[in-house]
């Protein structure tokens, strides 16, 4: 079955620095992954969509890679801030569906 | 609206009884989604309904879950016979295809209702 895994429940990072977050997938091919950003109590809001062809994606101080032949997905962001600190899903979709498949989350905190 | 709308915030509901959950897309969006998400959990999917496509079903996790979506916009999600383990926040979502690419969206999601079964 599809499984979805990122890399550890928590992160705690120290500010200024590069936090890098995983996102590792088994028996599916995406043809889209996705990067979210939770905040407690509050809906994901979406971040950044790296297509299956292409090998990174950035935006401002966020950057994702997408490895189909690894089925990985890194997403860094550099410089990181205290307001940083949130939960970072990844999500899946694939080749004709709309219908994303999200992994359980990664809990980032940016010390100061 | 602005964005996706859901209603009520919270609902806390007797064992047994019924709850409806409702959802109020960006207007214009033909994508409509719901997932659940527990305490500490990822969200999980439940259906997905696409323009005048027939809905995707398969996140159900039983039949006593059912939801609908009018005029294709607005969705409710209904539960029957509530039970403890329906406990959960309830988000729904809508997207429109990003210009250009059919097949690539964002969703946008709502705050959630927190549902508490006692």
């Known amino acids: 079955s599809q499984k979805i895994e990122q890399n550890s429940e928590a992160l705690n990072i120290q500010e200024g620095k590069t936090a890098t977050l995983t996102c590792n997938y088994t028996n599916y091919s995406p043809a889209y992954l996705q990067w979210y950003r939770q905040d407690p109590g509050r809906g994901p809001v979406f971040l950044l969509l790296?297509?299956?062809?292409?090998k990174e994606k950035r935006k401002e101080r966020l950057k994702v890679t997408f490895d189909t032949t690894l089925k990985q997905s890194l997403f860094h962001i550099t410089a990181s801030q205290p307001a940083d600190s949130a939960t970072y899903l990844c999500?899946?979709?694939?080749?004709?569906?709309?219908?994303?498949?999200f992994g359980p989350g990664t809990r980032l905190s940016v010390l100061p | 609206g602005a964005g996706v709308s859901q209603s009520p915030s919270n609902k806390v509901t007797e064992k047994g009884k019924d709850v409806e959950l409702r959802c109020d897309p960006i207007s214009g969006h033909t994508a409509l989604y719901w997932y659940r998400q527990s305490l500490g959990q990822g969200l999980e999917f439940l259906i997905y309904?696409?323009?005048?496509?027939?809905?995707?079903k398969s996140g159900l996790p039983s039949d006593r879950f059912s939801a609908e979506r009018t005029g294709g916009s607005v969705s409710t999600l209904t539960i029957q016979r509530t039970q403890q383990e329906d406990s959960a926040v309830y988000l729904c979502?809508?997207?429109?295809?990003?210009?250009?690419?059919?097949?690539?969206?964002?969703?946008?999601f709502g705050q959630g209702t927190r549902l508490t079964v006692v």
């Open positions: 309904f696409q323009g005048n496509s027939a809905p995707d």
């Open positions: 999500a899946l979709a694939g080749s004709y569906g709309q219908n994303f498949v």
């Open positions: 979502a809508s997207s429109l295809p990003i210009t250009g690419d059919l097949f690539a969206t964002e969703a946008f």
């Open positions: 790296i297509r299956e062809n292409e």
